[in-house]
C-alpha cells in the first residue's frame, strides 16, 4: 500500500533547464495538489485537481505547470527553472470533502544552481 | 480567504515536560482545523482534526487541541513530550466549502533530554 509516491527524490537543475515532478496516488482520490515548502513559509499551494481533468491555480502558480494525466497521476513541470524555485515539493491527494485528511508524498528536494 | 498564524517558529523543551503550540486562524466563515506534523525527511501525516462537535480534540501520540472559536485558536498540547516527539507541526485550514488545506509557516519542536 504505497500511498503518495513521489519521483525524483532529490534533483539539481541548472537555471533555465526544465523538469517535471511525478506523483502518482492509489488510494483513489479524486483531488491532488503540489505544494512547495520554504523555512519559514510553510507550505504554499502551487496547483490542485480537484478531479480528473480539472486543474487550478493555488497560492504561487507562477513558473510552473501541471497535468493531471488521469485520476492516478498529478505531475509538476518547471518549463525554465530558476533559483528562487529551489525548495521541496510536496504532492498530496484527498478525497472530494472539505473535511477530509490529505495524504503525503516523501517529498522532492529540488535545488537550482 | 483564510489564513493562519503560528507564532512560535521554534519550541525547545525537555523531555517529560508539557508543551503547548499556538495555533491562530482567521476566516469570515467556518472552518475546519487540521494539525499535521513532519518527521525529519519525510512527509507530513495528520495529528488530529476539529470538524464539529466537542472542542477538545484527541489526536494521535497522545496529543490533543482545544478550538476557542472566540479566540479563533487551535493550540495543541501534550503533557509529557518524548524525544520522539522532535519534528515540525503545521496547523492547517480549510472552509467548509474548499477542500483546499491553508498552511501555518510551522513550529519546530525541540524535545531535550
Not at chain 1, 537543475?13 to 526544465?18: H, I, Y
Request: one cysteine or more; proline letters at 4%; charged letters at 15%.
Amino acid at each position: 500500500n504505497a500511498g503518495v509516491t513521489q519521483t525524483p527524490k532529490f534533483q539539481v537543475l541548472k537555471t533555465g533547464q526544465s523538469m517535471t515532478l511525478q506523483c502518482a496516488q492509489d488510494m483513489n482520490h479524486n483531488s491532488m495538489y503540489w505544494y512547495r515548502q520554504d523555512p519559514g513559509m510553510g507550505l504554499r499551494l502551487i496547483y490542485y485537481s480537484a478531479s480528473e481533468g480539472t486543474t487550478d491555480k493555488g497560492e504561487v502558480p507562477n513558473g510552473y505547470n501541471v497535468s493531471r494525466l488521469n485520476k492516478r497521476e498529478f505531475s509538476l513541470r518547471l518549463e525554465s527553472a530558476a533559483p528562487s524555485q529551489t525548495s521541496v515539493y510536496f504532492c498530496a491527494s484527498s478525497e472530494a470533502r472539505p473535511n477530509t485528511e490529505a495524504f503525503f508524498g516523501q517529498g522532492t528536494r529540488l535545488t537550482v544552481v | 480567504a483564510q489564513s493562519v498564524t503560528q507564532l512560535d517558529s521554534q519550541v525547545p523543551v525537555f523531555e517529560e515536560a508539557p508543551v503547548e503550540l499556538r495555533c491562530n486562524y482567521s476566516s469570515s466563515v467556518s472552518v475546519y482545523l487540521f494539525w499535521y506534523v513532519q518527521y525529519p525527511n519525510q512527509g507530513l501525516q495528520l495529528l488530529l482534526k476539529y470538524l464539529s462537535g466537542s472542542t477538545l480534540v484527541k489526536g494521535i501520540n497522545g496529543f490533543e487541541a482545544e478550538f476557542n472559536k472566540s479566540q479563533t485558536s487551535f493550540h495543541l498540547r501534550k503533557p509529557s513530550v518524548h524525544i520522539s516527539d522532535t519534528a515540525e507541526y503545521f496547523c492547517a485550514v480549510s472552509d467548509h466549502s474548499s477542500y483546499k488545506l491553508i498552511f501555518g509557516s510551522g513550529t519546530r519542536l525541540l524535545v531535550r533530554p
